[in-house]
């Protein structure tokens, strides 16, 4: 099914990487916290902490061989649509792998839809029943869906899951959600991209 949000080419008017990364770092560079309410406070210092993640991944990426094969094999061009906001700690610990995979290849282009300005988009790709974020779907030149992908690598979901169920407050679990996030260095997510692309 072709999607209408597809038709009215809002993907296609979403941002670029580049320019999503560059207001992410206006945003961390000169907005002033005091001007802010408490919780845009709070949202504010995810959002800083967040483009650390996202610049060291893009200054210590390599992609896997096999990936870097697979990706630049595509034949047919592809609109990957992320959506997405700055301040979600998955995105910054997995958008930046996207995109580099992502620049690859010229039949890929890759847009960002921000979640919270597109929420009938969001609705259509909810992870059970909720507006988990990053989330990626791929599309062909017609519209047709090729895949989905996300919020995050099936091990950290299942890590999330598992930690919620023994009772973990939000904090805690998401403090062992970035430890393993930091340990595995996007392997998994490249892993189930190989899967994906019929690589692995």
């Known amino acids: 099914m072709i999607q209408q949000f597809y038709l009215d080419k809002r993907p296609h008017n979403g941002l670029t990487y580049d320019e999503y990364f560059k207001l992410f770092k206006e945003k961390v560079e000169n907005t002033d916290p005091d001007s802010l309410q408490e919780e845009a406070r709070k949202y504010l210092e995810y959002s ?39 301040w979600c700690g998955d995105s910054a610990q997995n958008l930046p792998f996207i995109a580099e995979i992502g620049k690859l290849s010229a039949k890929i282009s890759l847009r960002i839809v921000l979640r919270d300005s ?65 340990k595995n260095h996007g392997k998994e997510l490249e892993y189930e991209f190989k899967r994906i692309l019929g690589a692995e």
């Open 118 to 182: 597109n929420p009938d988009i969001i609705d259509l790709y909810l992870t059970n029943g909720t507006r988990s974020i990053p989330k990626l779907v791929a599309f062909d030149e017609s519209g047709n869906e090729l895949f989905q992908w996300g919020p995050r690598p099936k091990p950290a979901q299942e890590l999330v899951t598992k930690l919620k169920n023994e009772g973990m407050t939000h904090d805690k679990f998401i403090e062992q959600l970035h430890l393993w996030y930091g």
């Open 48 to 86: 800083k902490l967040n483009f650390q993640r996202s610049t060291r991944i893009h200054k210590t990426y390599s992609v896997d061989p096999q990936l870097k094969e697979a990706i630049e094999n595509i034949t047919l061009n592809q609109l990957w649509m992320v959506i997405t906001e700055n």
